[in-house]
């Protein structure tokens, strides 16, 4: 099955350019510069003689998800994946309220037992009636992950990770894996990546950091997976993109806000 991966955002929490930073990318005029916080909206058309129906599926609702959705034209949500509860992950929740009158149905939401621990106190307002007044609320419904699970035709494959201490999922769909956020992937999830042919892989900068893969680590992750093609994603300000794209090697690039993969 034939997947369509937008890129909505490919920045680090603090999104390209930085409040208050005047190096010289977040002063460029390249727009492969300017990245808003990491999410992906993976579609799928469907086939009517299979009996399935097109099918977008977002991962991770970022602080700028209003944005992207309007410039992306993101109009249709029918189920949300959550890789972990930082902040640059989940504060867009609440912009589902405009996916609901799309869907007219509590949005489907899956995420790992922690993650939707942090949701529920994170978003109180949602899960407790608390009367908010004006506006409405967010109708959404979580489902714990537990393994692969199926939503319409699509198979998702949770592939834990880590980032830094913490466990969190990045999602496998055919030959396509998502790792946003990883600085470890645990002996237990390599099998999971066999025979992945586009590979997204968080690479945050050149130096080293205690939560997030550099771009030698990735370039490391990429050479043991040896997809056809992969993506640098989660991104900060010390990677320029044409200058860090043109030292990458052959099939490594550094993904970018709009940028659009086609998957199966
Ligand atoms: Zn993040
Ligand atoms: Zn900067
Ligand atoms: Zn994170």
Redesign the pocket.
């Known amino acids: 099955m034939k997947t369509k991966v937008t890129f909505l955002g490919t920045g680090t929490s603090h999104g ?3 409040i208050g ?7 460029s005029t390249d727009p492969h510069d300017k990245r808003t916080r990491p999410s992906i909206l993976i579609e799928s058309d469907g086939a009517p003689g299979l009996k399935t129906r097109p099918t977008s599926i977002l991962v991770d609702t970022s602080t700028d998800l209003r944005m992207q959705a309007l410039t992306h034209g993101v109009t249709r949500v029918d189920a949300i994946l959550f890789t972990h509860s930082h902040a640059d992950h989940i504060l867009g929740l609440d912009e589902v309220r405009r996916f609901n009158i799309g869907t007219r149905a509590p949005l489907p939401c899956y995420a790992d037992a922690s993650t939707i621990k942090d949701i529920r106190q994170t978003f109180a307002y949602i899960f407790e009636n608390v009367g908010y007044a004006g506006g409405g609320i967010p109708q959404i419904q979580l489902t714990e992950i537990l393994g692969p699970f199926c939503f319409e035709h699509l198979e998702i494959v949770p592939v834990p990770i880590f980032h830094g201490k913490r466990r969190i999922l990045g999602f496998r769909m055919g030959s396509f894996a998502y790792l946003t956020d990883c600085s470890r992937i645990p002996d237990e999830s390599w099998p999971l990546l066999e025979g992945v042919r586009t590979l997204v892989v968080d690479a945050l900068r050149d130096r080293p950091h205690p939560t997030h893969f550099s771009v030698k680590e990735a370039l490391e992750v990429v050479e043991r997976i040896a997809p056809e093609r992969a993506c640098f994603t989660h991104i900060c ?1 010390d990677l320029p993109h044409a200058a860090t794209c043109a030292r990458l090697p052959r099939g490594v690039e550094l993904a970018y806000d709009g940028l659009v993969l086609e998957t199966t």
């Open positions: 390209v350019p930085m930073c005047e190096c010289a990318v977040c002063r300000h």
